[in-house]
Protein backbone atom coordinates (compact mmCIF):
# COMPACT_ATOMS: atom_id res chain seq x y z
CA UNK A 1 0.00 0.00 0.00
CA UNK A 2 1.60 3.47 -0.65
CA UNK A 3 2.29 6.05 1.97
CA UNK A 4 1.53 9.30 1.47
CA UNK A 5 1.18 12.52 3.12
CA UNK A 6 -1.67 14.48 2.10
CA UNK A 7 -1.96 18.54 2.40
CA UNK A 8 -4.93 19.40 4.22
CA UNK A 9 -4.04 23.05 4.84
CA UNK A 10 -1.70 25.48 4.48
CA UNK A 11 -2.20 28.81 6.08
CA UNK A 12 -1.18 30.40 9.32
CA UNK A 13 -3.76 32.91 11.56
CA UNK A 14 -6.75 32.23 9.31
CA UNK A 15 -7.38 30.46 6.20
CA UNK A 16 -7.10 32.58 2.97
CA UNK A 17 -10.82 32.23 0.54
CA UNK A 18 -10.17 29.10 -1.06
CA UNK A 19 -7.65 27.29 1.62
CA UNK A 20 -7.52 25.94 5.02
CA UNK A 21 -5.22 26.87 7.98
CA UNK A 22 -2.72 23.89 9.27
CA UNK A 23 -3.57 20.53 8.77
CA UNK A 24 -1.48 16.98 7.14
CA UNK A 25 -2.59 13.66 6.71
CA UNK A 26 -0.45 10.90 6.64
CA UNK A 27 -1.42 7.49 5.63
CA UNK A 28 1.38 4.24 6.12
CA UNK A 29 0.25 0.47 5.83
CA UNK A 30 -3.06 1.58 5.86
CA UNK A 31 -2.89 3.67 8.99
CA UNK A 32 -3.92 7.41 9.13
CA UNK A 33 -3.20 10.04 11.31
CA UNK A 34 -3.67 13.67 11.09
CA UNK A 35 -1.46 16.49 12.30
CA UNK A 36 -2.88 19.48 13.09
CA UNK A 37 -6.69 20.34 12.37
CA UNK A 38 -6.62 24.47 12.24
CA UNK A 39 -10.12 26.27 10.45
CA UNK A 40 -11.19 24.35 7.63
CA UNK A 41 -9.35 21.21 7.63
CA UNK A 42 -11.69 18.94 8.37
CA UNK A 43 -13.70 18.81 5.27
CA UNK A 44 -10.97 18.18 3.35
CA UNK A 45 -9.87 15.34 5.57
CA UNK A 46 -13.23 13.83 5.37
CA UNK A 47 -12.97 14.18 1.21
CA UNK A 48 -9.85 12.02 2.01
CA UNK A 49 -11.47 9.29 4.45
CA UNK A 50 -14.27 8.55 7.05
CA UNK A 51 -13.98 9.44 10.76
CA UNK A 52 -13.72 5.91 11.54
CA UNK A 53 -10.69 5.41 9.12
CA UNK A 54 -8.38 7.80 11.29
CA UNK A 55 -6.03 6.08 13.47
CA UNK A 56 -4.99 8.85 15.35
CA UNK A 57 -4.15 12.40 16.18
CA UNK A 58 -1.44 14.74 16.50
CA UNK A 59 -2.02 18.25 17.68
CA UNK A 60 1.16 20.75 18.06
CA UNK A 61 -0.53 23.15 19.82
CA UNK A 62 -3.52 25.31 20.82
CA UNK A 63 -3.69 27.99 18.70
CA UNK A 64 -6.92 27.59 16.59
CA UNK A 65 -5.27 27.66 13.42
CA UNK A 66 -3.68 24.45 14.23
CA UNK A 67 -6.18 22.60 16.46
CA UNK A 68 -9.75 24.33 15.68
CA UNK A 69 -11.31 21.57 13.69
CA UNK A 70 -10.90 19.09 16.63
CA UNK A 71 -14.19 20.36 17.64
CA UNK A 72 -15.60 19.44 14.31
CA UNK A 73 -14.08 16.31 14.36
CA UNK A 74 -14.91 15.42 18.25
CA UNK A 75 -18.85 15.95 17.04
CA UNK A 76 -18.60 13.89 13.65
CA UNK A 77 -17.12 10.95 15.94
CA UNK A 78 -19.35 11.27 18.76
CA UNK A 79 -23.02 11.36 16.77
CA UNK A 80 -21.18 9.42 13.84
CA UNK A 81 -21.34 6.03 16.05
CA UNK A 82 -17.86 5.17 16.41
CA UNK A 83 -17.24 2.89 19.01
CA UNK A 84 -13.52 3.42 20.00
CA UNK A 85 -12.01 6.12 21.79
CA UNK A 86 -9.14 8.09 18.83
CA UNK A 87 -5.66 8.26 20.14
CA UNK A 88 -4.84 12.15 20.60
CA UNK A 89 -1.38 13.36 21.06
CA UNK A 90 -0.91 16.99 21.92
CA UNK A 91 0.55 18.98 24.81
CA UNK A 92 -0.98 21.07 27.58
CA UNK A 93 -3.69 23.50 27.09
CA UNK A 94 -4.75 22.05 24.01
CA UNK A 95 -7.82 20.09 25.42
CA UNK A 96 -8.83 22.74 27.39
CA UNK A 97 -8.72 25.41 24.72
CA UNK A 98 -10.97 22.86 22.19
CA UNK A 99 -13.05 22.15 25.26
CA UNK A 100 -14.62 25.55 25.43
CA UNK A 101 -15.96 25.70 22.32
CA UNK A 102 -17.91 21.80 23.32
CA UNK A 103 -20.13 23.05 26.22
CA UNK A 104 -22.10 19.88 25.98
CA UNK A 105 -19.95 17.23 24.85
CA UNK A 106 -16.79 15.94 26.46
CA UNK A 107 -13.59 15.56 24.48
CA UNK A 108 -12.95 12.92 26.16
CA UNK A 109 -15.62 10.77 25.19
CA UNK A 110 -14.22 10.17 21.77
CA UNK A 111 -10.44 11.68 22.11
CA UNK A 112 -8.03 9.02 24.33
CA UNK A 113 -5.61 12.04 25.19
CA UNK A 114 -2.03 11.29 25.62
CA UNK A 115 0.56 14.30 26.81
CA UNK A 116 3.54 16.11 24.12
CA UNK A 117 6.09 16.40 24.86
CA UNK A 118 6.55 12.03 25.05
CA UNK A 119 7.41 9.11 22.82
CA UNK A 120 4.93 6.86 21.71
CA UNK A 121 4.05 3.90 19.33
CA UNK A 122 0.99 4.89 17.18
CA UNK A 123 0.15 2.31 14.59
CA UNK A 124 3.48 1.74 12.20
CA UNK A 125 5.10 4.97 13.84
CA UNK A 126 7.18 5.70 16.45
CA UNK A 127 6.37 9.22 17.33
CA UNK A 128 8.49 11.39 19.05
CA UNK A 129 7.48 14.96 20.05
CA UNK A 130 9.84 17.13 21.71
CA UNK A 131 9.33 20.95 22.97
CA UNK A 132 9.94 23.93 20.59
CA UNK A 133 9.89 27.33 21.28
CA UNK A 134 6.24 29.19 20.87
CA UNK A 135 4.02 31.44 22.09
CA UNK A 136 2.57 28.69 24.00
CA UNK A 137 3.75 25.03 24.98
CA UNK A 138 4.10 23.71 21.79
CA UNK A 139 5.84 19.81 20.24
CA UNK A 140 7.71 19.26 16.87
CA UNK A 141 7.02 15.72 16.03
CA UNK A 142 9.04 13.28 14.54
CA UNK A 143 7.35 10.08 12.74
CA UNK A 144 9.17 6.75 11.64
CA UNK A 145 7.77 3.57 10.16
CA UNK A 146 9.42 1.15 8.19
CA UNK A 147 11.25 3.35 5.25
CA UNK A 148 9.45 6.48 6.47
CA UNK A 149 10.77 9.57 8.36
CA UNK A 150 8.76 12.53 8.44
CA UNK A 151 9.50 15.55 10.43
CA UNK A 152 7.00 18.54 11.31
CA UNK A 153 7.87 21.70 12.83
CA UNK A 154 4.20 22.80 13.39
CA UNK A 155 4.50 26.42 14.22
CA UNK A 156 7.22 27.11 16.17
CA UNK A 157 10.80 28.93 15.83
CA UNK A 158 14.28 27.94 15.30
CA UNK A 159 15.80 25.80 18.31
CA UNK A 160 18.94 23.21 18.06
CA UNK A 161 16.09 20.41 18.31
CA UNK A 162 14.72 20.88 15.17
CA UNK A 163 17.98 19.55 13.56
CA UNK A 164 17.57 16.20 15.90
CA UNK A 165 13.63 15.98 14.98
CA UNK A 166 14.40 16.30 11.44
CA UNK A 167 17.22 14.73 10.83
CA UNK A 168 17.36 13.00 7.67
CA UNK A 169 13.59 13.37 7.44
CA UNK A 170 11.80 13.00 3.64
CA UNK A 171 10.10 15.43 4.24
CA UNK A 172 10.70 17.91 6.54
CA UNK A 173 7.57 20.11 6.61
CA UNK A 174 8.38 23.29 7.71
CA UNK A 175 6.43 26.92 8.67
CA UNK A 176 7.42 29.44 6.56
CA UNK A 177 5.52 32.36 8.01
CA UNK A 178 8.40 34.73 8.12
CA UNK A 179 9.83 36.33 4.89
CA UNK A 180 12.88 38.53 4.28
CA UNK A 181 15.41 39.17 7.62
CA UNK A 182 11.99 39.36 9.77
CA UNK A 183 13.20 37.11 12.81
CA UNK A 184 11.34 35.52 15.72
CA UNK A 185 12.37 33.81 18.44
CA UNK A 186 8.61 31.60 18.31
CA UNK A 187 8.36 31.83 14.30
CA UNK A 188 10.19 30.25 11.37
CA UNK A 189 10.89 32.46 8.21
CA UNK A 190 11.42 31.07 4.86
CA UNK A 191 14.77 31.90 5.19
CA UNK A 192 15.17 29.52 8.28
CA UNK A 193 13.49 26.83 7.02
CA UNK A 194 16.28 26.08 4.32
CA UNK A 195 18.86 26.52 6.66
CA UNK A 196 17.79 23.77 9.00
CA UNK A 197 16.94 21.52 6.38
CA UNK A 198 20.24 22.03 5.27
CA UNK A 199 21.41 21.58 8.08
CA UNK A 200 19.39 17.89 9.25
CA UNK A 201 20.70 16.71 5.50
CA UNK A 202 17.04 16.23 4.89
CA UNK A 203 15.43 14.67 1.55
CA UNK A 204 12.61 17.52 0.86
CA UNK A 205 11.61 20.37 2.21
CA UNK A 206 7.69 21.22 2.47
CA UNK A 207 7.24 24.49 3.25
CA UNK A 208 3.91 25.91 4.57
CA UNK A 209 2.22 28.12 7.47
CA UNK A 210 2.51 30.66 5.16
CA UNK A 211 0.72 34.16 6.06
CA UNK A 212 -2.51 35.12 4.61
CA UNK A 213 -1.99 37.34 1.30
CA UNK A 214 1.72 36.09 0.89
CA UNK A 215 4.08 35.91 -1.87
CA UNK A 216 5.02 31.95 -1.82
CA UNK A 217 7.02 32.31 -4.64
CA UNK A 218 9.36 34.38 -2.45
CA UNK A 219 9.29 31.97 0.36
CA UNK A 220 10.09 29.14 -1.55
CA UNK A 221 13.25 31.64 -3.35
CA UNK A 222 14.50 32.14 0.45
CA UNK A 223 14.21 28.83 1.29
CA UNK A 224 16.55 28.00 -1.46
CA UNK A 225 19.27 29.90 -0.58
CA UNK A 226 20.17 27.98 2.33
CA UNK A 227 18.84 24.69 0.83
CA UNK A 228 19.77 23.13 -2.57
CA UNK A 229 17.36 19.81 -2.40
CA UNK A 230 14.18 19.77 -3.60
CA UNK A 231 11.83 22.34 -1.90
CA UNK A 232 7.85 22.09 -2.13
CA UNK A 233 5.51 25.14 -1.44
CA UNK A 234 2.28 22.91 0.36
CA UNK A 235 -0.66 23.82 -1.47
CA UNK A 236 -4.43 22.35 -0.07
CA UNK A 237 -5.08 18.81 -1.78
CA UNK A 238 -1.79 18.10 -2.13
CA UNK A 239 -0.72 14.18 -2.32
CA UNK A 240 3.29 13.47 -1.50
CA UNK A 241 4.23 9.99 -2.50
CA UNK A 242 6.35 8.92 0.58
Not at 179 to 200: E, I, K, N
Amino acid sequence: MRNSLTVLGTCGAWPEAGRAASGFLLEADGFRLVMDLGYATLPRLLARCTANELGAVVLTHEHPDHCADLSALCRVLLYGGRQDRVPLYCPTGVLARVQAMEPTEDLREVFDPHPLPGRYQVGPFLLDGRLLPHHVPHAGVRLTAPNLTVAYSGDAGPDHVLSELAAGADPLIAGATLQGTTADPHLLSAVQAGQWAARADVARLVLTHFWPGADRRQSLAEAGVAYSGEILTADEGMVLTL
